[in-house]
């Protein structure tokens, strides 16, 4: 009779944890918050006095996000990220939108800065002007090492 008792409670014990850990995967996944998904495209390659357009396709899980809190884009030339500048995006169908021109020779960074249900994302994307080569190549004395 102790066996009996004994097997039924280990049962039971056993089926209601089944039920219990079921129950926390289904409300688990319920709780895992969406993510703010920014995708940046634009040319990557333009030539100096040339427009430019970039953009930021904004969306919260599957669903395109047309309320954003705030989406600008900043852009500066390599090693000049002080002297950046910012410009405010126009939005269409949850597609943040600028344009822009880059005036001379070099490699810039455009950057978006996303805010959104209470996230922020900021991809990059490189940007070749003109011949950016000879914008940073050092002229040939300070290339040769001295010995």
């Given at each position: 009779m102790?066996?009996?008792?004994?097997?039924?409670?280990?049962?039971?014990?056993?089926?209601?944890?089944?039920?219990?850990?079921?129950e926390?995967?289904?409300?688990t996944?319920?709780?895992?918050?969406?993510?703010?998904?920014?995708?940046?495209?634009?040319?990557?390659?333009?030539?100096?006095?040339?427009?430019?357009?970039?953009?930021?396709?904004?969306?919260?899980?599957?669903?395109?996000?047309?309320?954003?809190?705030?989406?600008?884009?900043?852009?500066?030339?390599?090693?000049?990220?002080?002297?950046?500048?910012?410009f405010?995006?126009?939005?269409?169908?949850?597609?943040?939108?600028?344009?822009?021109?880059?005036?001379?020779?070099?490699?810039y960074?455009?950057?978006?800065?996303?805010?959104?249900?209470?996230?922020?994302?900021?991809?990059?994307?490189?940007?070749?002007?003109?011949?950016?080569?000879?914008?940073?190549?050092?002229?040939?004395?300070?290339?040769?090492?001295?010995?």
């Open positions: 102790k066996k009996t008792v004994a097997a039924v409670l280990f049962s039971a014990v056993f089926l209601l944890n089944g039920c219990g850990s079921e926390n995967k289904a409300h996944a319920a709780e895992t918050p969406e993510v703010l998904d920014v995708k940046l495209t634009g040319p990557e390659k333009v030539k100096p006095g040339e427009n430019a357009a970039y953009e930021a396709a904004v969306s919260y899980g599957d669903k395109a996000v047309t309320d954003a809190d705030e989406v600008e884009f900043e852009v500066w030339k390599d090693g000049e990220k002080n002297d950046s500048k910012m405010k995006a126009k939005q269409e169908d949850g597609v943040y939108r600028f344009e822009t021109e880059f005036k001379e020779d070099g490699v960074t455009v950057q978006s800065h996303v805010t959104a249900k209470k996230q922020h994302s900021m991809p990059t994307l490189k940007v070749q002007v003109g011949d950016a080569d000879a914008a940073t190549k050092q002229p040939e004395e300070e290339q040769s090492h001295h010995h």
